[in-house]
Each structure stands twice: as structure tokens, then as C-alpha cells.
């Protein structure tokens, strides 16, 4: 009789919102593919980086919970700028897909208070629910504070993020520089 791992890698995955919003734009209007990001498609991938880095089977690495954290403009707003059905069906995809949402209203010097909400939360999350592993899609050296916090709580933390670069139709440079840190079985050191 073979031995067979009875406990799961508990994996949480927490969005910046705002970031994974400009990597999917990216996608659908810069890149080759014209299409954008999957969810389903991205915890899959999540779920294999996980079970390789871990040396454990895939089908014991769980994303158990993910949310997705962003600011985005008033409903009336979103109306008079062509926005709000958009936002309604990206909404429908992060709910069919079990994806959490958080969002808070932006005001007129944009984003505030966001990264801090999905920071607490994901730290709260991680003493409550026992996750192994937790990604962060982010691409922020802000939320540094909170991978230490994470590892101390023997977390393992795993950043996602994209490199790339463009010039819009406005002939704007459009680079985004990949996250400097990465994740290791150990803490992580940036």
C-alpha cells in the first residue's frame, strides 16, 4: 500500500486589483495575443508553480481562497464614462471563478487606502484560515512590511508579477518593470 499525503497545501491568492488590471490591459491591447488573462488558466499556473517549488503533487496544492482588491469609480461615473458594463462583466468573471472582491470608491487624487485594506486582510486571512502559501499579484515594494509578517507566521509567500513594455497609441512608453523580489521555500529576501 502506498503512503499518500492526506494534508493539502492551503494556497490564498490576493490581487492588487489596480496592477492586474494594467497587466490584463496590457494583454488584450499591447501584446500579440490580443486576449486577456484567465483567471482559471492563472491558478492553474499558480497551483503548478506552487506543487514545484513545494516538491509536492498538484492535486495537493488548493487554492482555497482569492481576492481581489481595487479602487473603482462611483457607479455614476463609471456610467458617463462607458465603464460600468465593463466592470460589471470582469465582476462576473472573478465571481464565477470563486475570487473575492474588494473594492473601495476612488476619490479625486485616485486609489487611497486599498493597498493597506488588502495588506490587513491578507494577514488576517493567513492567522485565521492557516494558508501555506500565499501569493501576492502585486508589484509594489509597499507590501514588503507584509511578506516579513507573513514568513513570520510561517507563511510561505509567493510574488507574481509581469515585465513588459510598449508604446501606446500616443507614443507613450508604456514599461512596466517586473517586481524585484522572488519567492524561495525559505523567507523571502528582496
Known amino acids: 500500500m502506498s503512503f499518500h499525503k492526506s494534508k493539502l497545501t492551503r494556497i490564498g491568492v490576493f490581487y492588487d ?16 495575443r490580443k486576449a486577456r ?17 513545494e516538491g509536492e503533487d498538484v492535486k ?32 462576473d468573471i472573478l465571481m464565477r ?10 476619490g479625486p487624487d485616485g486609489e487611497k487606502g486599498i493597498d493597506v485594506w488588502l495588506a490587513l486582510e491578507t494577514y488576517e486571512l493567513a492567522i485565521y484560515k492557516r494558508f501555506d502559501v500565499i501569493v501576492l499579484i502585486a508589484c509594489d515594494g509597499d507590501f514588503l512590511p507584509l511578506v516579513r509578517k507573513l514568513n513570520a507566521l510561517g507563511a510561505r509567500v509567493m510574488l507574481l508579477g509581469w515585465g513588459f513594455s510598449y508604446i501606446d497609441q500616443s507614443g507613450k512608453d508604456g514599461r512596466h518593470a517586473p517586481p524585484k523580489c522572488c519567492w524561495r521555500r525559505s523567507p523571502i529576501r528582496c
Open 17 to 32: 486589483g489596480n496592477y492586474f488590471f494594467h497587466v490584463s490591459n496590457y494583454y488584450q491591447y499591447q501584446h500579440a
Open 37 to 53: 488573462i484567465s483567471i482559471d488558466g492563472l491558478h492553474e499556473f499558480i497551483r503548478h508553480q506552487v506543487s514545484e517549488a
Open 60 to 91: 495537493y496544492c488548493q487554492i482555497v481562497d482569492a481576492h481581489y482588491f481595487r479602487g473603482r469609480p462611483r457607479a455614476q461615473e463609471a456610467e458617463a464614462r462607458g465603464l460600468l458594463l465593463r466592470e460589471r462583466q470582469f465582476d
Open 97 to 106: 471563478e470563486g475570487v473575492i472582491t474588494h473594492y473601495l470608491p476612488l
